[in-house]
């Protein structure tokens, strides 16, 4: 099934399996015919595993030239060690970037502290244009760590250090990241609003009963930054995929 919101495709799919298939053939394909406009192609990753799915497509599929591409992610915890197996960095490179060995990985690196990882990471995501984003929508309606409290449209930066609100934070031990809620850290960095609305295309992968509330809120309420998923309404070029349990509606 779609569904038309405003410029933002819906497509609906029965069952969870069948939502990421259909993602990643989709990206995998807008992958292929970018390749064939422009010699290297930079991609935004989200790290979460709700999309899972889609990643295990990516890391098998056939005829894409990794080797032209150079590949980003959109957040990171703050303070975490560097071998910390929550590391969102950790979880792409396990996940896709180390089986397909794109032709650059930049990874966000708080090593030297958060200021100087923003100031490294927007000067790399300003060497040109983000030609894809991949991206999840939180329980509380996130873009990547940009909860309600610090959700800006109109933001300034291109990466900023973030406050994580509650309801994210318990999100981590809901998914399993994370054996409880004091484990899970309160600090993030991210990539902001305008800077995820920057890519050309915008692919975006929402499974499960607990995003039954944030994909309401996200479809039918007012786009504002209590449902920050809700701008993604206003972007010329992006997909949602859901299942039944995300979407929720008949």
């Keep these: 099934m779609i569904e038309q919101v405003d410029k933002l495709q819906v497509r609906v799919f029965d069952t969870r399996q069948q939502m990421g298939i259909a993602a990643g053939r989709d990206i995998a394909a807008k992958i292929s015919e970018l390749l064939q406009e422009k010699e290297i192609l930079r991609i935004v990753f989200a790290a979460a595993p709700s999309q899972n799915e889609m990643l295990d497509f990516l890391a098998t599929a056939e005829g894409i030239d990794w080797s032209r591409i ?5 957040d990171e915890y703050v303070g975490l060690a560097p071998d910390a197996p ?17 032709r650059t990985v930049y990874l966000i690196d708080d090593s030297k502290g958060a200021a100087a990882a923003c100031e490294q990471y927007k000067y790399l995501l300003d060497q040109g244009q983000i030609d894809i984003v991949c991206l999840g929508i939180g329980e509380n309606g996130h873009l990547a760590f940009n909860d309600p409290p610090v959700a800006d449209f109109d933001d300034p ?3 900023k250090r973030v406050q994580l609100d509650a ?7 809901n998914d399993g990241c994370f054996p409880s809620l004091n484990d899970v850290p309160e600090e993030a960095l991210t990539l902001t609003i ?5 890519g050309h295309y915008l692919f975006c992968v929402v499974p499960g009963k607990t995003k039954n509330h944030a994909m309401k809120t996200m479809l039918t309420g ?22 039944r349990d995300s979407y929720g509606r008949q």
């Design 194 to 198: 305008p800077t995820l609305l920057s």
């Design 157 to 159: 930066a291109v990466i």
């Design 70 to 74: 150079d590949v980003f992610h959109m």
């Design 167 to 173: 309801v994210c934070r318990q999100q981590q031990v």
């Design 86 to 102: 929550q590391r969102f960095a950790h979880f792409l490179t396990t996940k896709l970037f180390a089986k397909v060995k794109p």
């Design 222 to 243: 007012p786009i504002t930054t209590d449902c920050p998923a809700s701008i993604l309404r206003h972007h010329p070029n992006c997909t949602l995929y859901v299942d």
